[in-house]
């Protein structure tokens, strides 16, 4: 069961339009950390993903597990937000 | 038609891709009634959603974001009806008057099919470049850029997208190394605005220089290493961005009838027909296409009208 969810976004971004499309399709509700307007985030969605780059998806489980979705990548977001 | 095949989810016209030739295209068809699926693995708008810029699409003076054009051409198709779903097709059949889809919705039908799965930006495929791949090694200015606020990036290539998406890298990078195999093949407008971002100090362009190897250390990118007048050269860097051309979308065609070309383009004829029946091409993905957003447009809309008299037994295929 999904917790919470945390999308690390830039504006120019369309992969990240995408995940936060796919994600209001299925009705899921999700904070948004803009690293334009947030750029001191930045290192947290670095070291969260390991990667530079946006979309970075972190789903927090009601066991507090978390799992990290680098990019728009559907064969992974699908199951860890069902 | 066994009960098996009834069960599946049949369309009218099942269009492969969301960009604007796919957009564009069932704009036209919805319009008309024409019950139609959009399949998008990635991006909806594709490469031009994720362009920073576009300034030669007609009816936008200024230019227009990449991704607003996008956005633009996807609320037009969805007024008309047109649904877009999130998922990929793996596969296609030739069942007579229906083509059967494999998608990772499960499997469809459809009287007709239009292939609009455009292109992706090639690799240069030098070592280091996997290795680092989203940790130095980027294809996409617009999503990653912002990581190299006041970093040194290298940029390879010589085309208008290399050339427009360094002009994009200076709002965040200090300084930009244009590494150019060859000569710089950007539009005339493109390349007089870098000259402006030359003359700042902005950018460096480095004509006749292969990219080699991509330096790391500790998991990052520290330096690329060309050849330029057969001596090698290092760039000290903090990323690399690479668009040195583009890769047709076509794997998945290739068990199939569809006559793809040496690079892996879609064959069509002057209805941009393909050669399984019932089956079209518009766009990037189309063998001898322009990779202009206005003409994946156009042939978009081409593409729409000539399946409508597919549909209506009006048209003839050249091939088959």
């Known amino acids: ?82 | 038609m066994s009960d098996e095949a009834k069960d599946i989810p049949k369309h009218d016209v099942i269009i492969i891709g969301a960009g604007p030739a796919a957009l564009a295209a069932a704009i036209y068809t919805t319009r008309e009634d024409i019950d139609t699926l959009l399949f998008e693995r990635g991006v909806v708008g594709g490469l031009a959603a994720v362009t920073d810029m576009i300034d030669n699409y007609p009816g936008f003076p200024d230019g227009v974001d990449g991704i607003k054009l996008a956005d633009e051409l996807r609320k037009q198709a969805e007024r008309f009806g047109a649904v877009i779903e999130l998922g990929e097709v793996t596969a296609i059949h030739d069942e007579g008057k229906l083509k059967r889809l494999e998608t990772t919705s499960g499997d469809m039908h459809a009287r007709a099919v239009l292939i609009a799965t455009g292109s992706d930006y090639k690799k240069i495929g030098v070592p280091g470049e996997q290795e680092y791949y989203a940790r130095g090694v980027h294809y996409c200015a617009t999503c990653d850029g912002a990581f190299y606020r006041d970093k040194r990036l290298v940029v390879v290539g010589g085309g208008n997208s290399a050339v427009q998406e360094a002009i994009f890298l200076t709002r965040f990078a200090t300084h930009i190394d244009l590494l150019v195999r060859s000569t710089i093949k950007a539009s005339d407008v493109l390349e007089h605005e870098l000259d402006e971002y030359v003359k700042q100090g902005k950018v460096t362009v480095h004509l006749g220089t292969t990219t080699d190897e991509i330096i790391g250390k500790d998991k990052f990118v520290t330096k690329v290493i060309g050849t330029k007048d057969g001596k090698k050269v290092d760039f000290k860097t903090d990323g690399v961005f690479v668009f040195v051309g583009l890769m047709p979308n076509s794997q998945f065609l290739k068990p199939t009838p569809v006559k793809l070309d040496e690079i892996g383009f879609v064959i069509t004829d002057q209805h941009l027909h393909t050669t399984m029946r019932g089956v079209f091409a518009a766009g990037d993905i189309r063998s001898g296409a322009t990779m202009q957003i206005a003409s994946a447009a156009g042939e978009g809309a081409t593409a729409a009208l000539k399946i409508r008299e597919y549909l209506e037994g009006r048209l003839h295929p050249v091939q088959n």
């Open chain 1, 1 to 82: 069961m999904v917790k919470n969810i945390t999308i690390f976004t830039t504006n120019t971004c369309a992969y990240c339009q995408m995940v936060k499309k796919y994600l209001g399709a299925k009705g899921m509700s999700y904070e948004e950390v803009n690293l334009d307007d947030h750029p001191h985030r930045q290192a947290e969605a670095l070291e969260m993903s390991g990667a530079m780059t946006v979309p970075v998806t972190v789903v927090t489980k009601t066991d507090d597990s978390q799992e990290v979705i680098v990019g728009y990548n559907l064969a992974r977001l699908a199951p860890a937000v069902a």
